[in-house]
Antibody, heavy 123, light 106 residues
Framework: EVQLVESGGGLVQPGGSLRLSCAASGFTFNNYWMIWVRQAPGKGLEWVANINRDGTEKHFVDSVEGRFSISRDNAKNSLYLQMNTLRAEDTAVYYC????????????????WGKGTTVTVSS | EIVMTQSPATLSVFPGERATLSCRGSQSVSSNLAWYQQKPGQSPRLLIYGVSMRAAGIPARFSGSGSGTEFTLTISSLQSEDCAVYYCQQYHNWWTFGQGTKVEIK
């Protein structure tokens, strides 16, 4: 069974740091680009960061650029999101998802999602 | 950034009737359009990708159509288990989502 399991969320003070992890199973992890998406309480979905298969290409939404970093360990089938200088507006459920390549459009969509981990930034 | 706008915000439909959800992009996304279903307390579930291609295990009552900037998700005969929030998403230029349409039973 294809599965993604996030961990590492919690309560952190403004300005603090957290590292989220995503454990992948049931598929060949190093064949896929991966992505983090977040959802603030009662709000919609927002792409946060993505990474290519070997970790050499990374992209971030403007609001987290310079504060968050994304990485992966293909030997451990794991994806990470390092979050620094956290703000109240970073409070959200963070999902990791697998990106599926669509050859005829040369684009990537999210086909498998984890259950998410909750990050709360508050004093 | 490509802005995706969904309508209506809430859709109330009788069981067995058709539900039609709309999604508009601020610019063309070609066929790079997906639909996701999210039930309370759950993560999003892929329904449709490439405008009209059903994901694995998705019932045939779900269908997608459209092109360019205008897209539609149709649930041909609404079932109680279809009550959820539905998001459209473009993946033509990075990834952005609509604000969601909540589907409820009338």
């Amino acid at each position: 069974e294809v599965q993604l399991v996030e961990s590492g969320g919690g309560l952190v003070q403004p300005g603090g740091s957290l590292r989220l992890s995503c454990a992948a199973s049931g598929f060949t992890f190093n064949n896929y680009w991966m992505i983090w998406v977040r959802q603030a309480p009662g709000k919609g979905l927002e792409w946060v960061a993505n990474i290519n298969r070997d970790g050499t290409e990374k992209h971030f939404v403007d609001s987290v650029e310079g504060r968050f970093s994304i990485s992966r360990d293909n030997a451990k089938n794991s994806l990470y999101l390092q979050m620094n200088t956290l703000r109240a507006e970073d409070t959200a459920v963070y999902y990791c998802a697998r990106l599926q390549f669509l050859e005829w459009l040369l684009s990537y969509y999210m086909d498998v999602w984890g259950k998410g981990t909750t990050v709360t930034v508050s004093s | 950034e490509i802005v995706m706008t969904q309508s209506p915000a809430t859709l109330s439909v009788f069981p067995g009737e058709r539900a039609t959800l709309s999604c508009r992009g601020s610019q063309s996304v070609s066929s790079n359009l997906a639909w996701y279903q999210q039930k309370p307390g759950q993560s999003p579930r892929l329904l449709i990708y490439g405008v009209s291609m059903r994901a694995a295990g998705i019932p045939a009552r779900f269908s997608g159509s459209g092109s360019g900037t205008e897209f539609t998700l149709t649930i041909s005969s609404l079932q109680s288990e279809d009550c959820a929030v539905y998001y459209c998403q473009q993946y033509h230029n990075w990834w952005t989502f609509g604000q969601g349409t909540k589907v409820e039973i009338k």
